[in-house]
């Protein structure tokens, strides 16, 4: 009977890291169709150099290009910027009402790996990833679902 138990639970643990698995899987090619999409739509902007400094994706303050997606709210403007020197450098940008604004640097695959919060014109504080996670995770999964949407490239 312990036997059984022992299986059926190592059984479970593949079963479900599998399916995360997967779920990371997809989303990573889900991702990759965004930076493919950025890149194809010849979209110019600029990364603030204090914002690339920051981030660590330039040593000195100049603008960063990037090709960029965005997409417009009542309440929010959020940008897909990828970095036209390295594409596996993403930047999701968020501004909101009030100038707060916040910015996650990412692997093209999904990997958070640097996050700022900024008022424009003010203060800027970086994130620990264990603080950014969830706001990022947010706006991560807002990009993925514009990937989703029929029509979007595959």
């Given at each position: 009977?312990?036997?059984?138990?022992?299986?059926?639970s190592?059984?479970?643990?593949?079963?479900?890291?599998?399916?995360v698995l997967?779920?990371?899987?997809?989303?990573?090619?889900?991702?990759?169709?965004?930076?493919?999409?950025?890149?194809s739509?010849?979209?110019?902007?600029?990364?603030?150099?204090?914002?690339s400094?920051?981030l660590?994706?330039?040593?000195?303050e100049?603008?960063?290009?990037?090709?960029?997606?965005?997409?417009?709210?009542?309440?929010a403007?959020?940008?897909?910027?990828?970095?036209?020197?390295?594409?596996?450098?993403?930047?999701?940008?968020?501004l909101?009402?009030g100038?707060?604004?916040?910015?996650?640097?990412?692997?093209a695959?999904?990997?958070?790996?640097?996050a700022i919060?900024?008022?424009?014109?003010?203060?800027t504080?970086e994130?620990?990833l264990?603080?950014a996670?969830?706001?990022?995770?947010?706006?991560?999964?807002?990009?993925?679902d514009?990937?989703?949407?029929?029509?979007?490239?595959?």
């Amino acid at each position: 009977m312990c036997h059984t138990s022992i299986r059926w639970s190592a059984l479970s643990a593949l079963l479900l890291a599998h399916g995360v698995l997967g779920a990371e899987l997809n989303s990573a090619r889900l991702l990759s169709g965004l930076v493919q999409q950025a890149v194809s739509g010849r979209q110019e902007a600029r990364l603030p150099p204090h914002l690339s400094v920051l981030l660590g994706i330039s040593v000195s303050e100049t603008a960063t290009p990037v090709w960029q997606l965005s997409r417009k709210s009542s309440d929010a403007l959020r940008l897909f910027n990828v970095c036209q020197n390295n594409h596996d450098n993403v930047v999701l940008t968020t501004l909101r009402a009030g100038n707060q604004s916040a910015a996650y640097l990412m692997s093209a695959s999904g990997v958070l790996l640097k996050a700022i919060v900024y008022q424009v014109g003010g203060a800027t504080q970086e994130l620990s990833l264990a603080e950014a996670r969830k706001p990022f995770a947010r706006q991560r999964d807002f990009w993925l679902d514009q990937a989703r949407r029929p029509g979007a490239p595959p």
